[in-house]
């Protein structure tokens, strides 16, 4: 079944390291996209990519980083930079011209200890 | 103001009770989304329109183009929709903008 993998599901981290959230799509969708939520509030835009080798900043990209070098995989590191990194992190996708529905990962809860 | 908004942000009501969910956005979309979040955290997508009316189960979704508006609607409601209700439109330049969400809660 086509779907999108998100790993972990949770994670701890310490202070000062970089971690990355896995995202990976067998759809053969063209755009996908990371969200950040903290409790109570709405989703907020990270990062998104419409095509391979091509990302562009959302409305919170500072601390974050991603890579698309491949169609089905969209990794998000968060850095050291990113001073508030405890959220549940949710990635997405969808075909380019969305003539299909939006799909979601489960989401990676990432715990700063 | 956001370019879409949704109302009401909270709303409690009995089990049984018709819901109604709104969602007015103020930018060309090509397509119009209501997703729905549990506690848990999973999003699942419910509806994705693009004009007219769709309905699954005791779900409806209703989309105005000329007057910018969606709505959704529950009927004969029970508590497992306790849910967060999310409207979330595709732009014309192919960028997902989000309500806010509307946090509903069905009391038995």
């Known amino acids: 079944d086509g779907g999108i993998t998100q790993s972990p599901k949770y994670l701890f981290r310490k202070e000062g390291q970089n971690v990355t959230l896995s995202c990976e799509q067998n759809l053969n969708h063209d755009a996908m996209y990371w969200y950040r939520q903290d409790p109570g509030q709405g989703l907020r835009l990270i990062y998104y990519s419409q095509i391979v080798n091509d990302f562009q900043k959302g409305d919170i990209a500072e601390g974050y980083s991603v890579s698309r070098e491949k169609k089905e995989s969209f990794p998000l590191t968060v850095t050291s930079a990113q001073k508030n990194p405890t959220a549940f992190y949710l990635c997405a996708s969808h075909h380019y011209q969305n003539t299909g529905e939006l799909f979601f990962g489960e989401g990676s809860r990432l715990t700063v200890l | 103001k956001n370019e879409v908004e949704q109302s009401p942000q909270n709303l409690t009501a009995q089990e049984g009770e018709f819901i109604t969910i709104n969602c007015s956005y103020s930018?060309?979309?090509?397509?119009l989304h209501w997703l729905q979040q549990h506690p848990g955290g999973g999003i699942v997508s419910l509806f994705m329109?693009?004009?007219?009316?769709k309905k699954h189960g005791r779900l409806i979704a209703t989309i105005n183009i000329q007057e910018k508006h969606s709505s959704l609607h529950i009927t004969a409601s029970h508590p497992r929709d306790s849910a967060v209700y999310i409207c979330a439109v595709l732009a014309s330049n192919y960028q997902l903008i989000w309500g806010a969400g509307t946090k509903l809660i069905i009391k038995p």
């Open positions: 329109l693009s004009s007219g009316k």
């Open positions: 930018v060309g979309i090509s397509a």
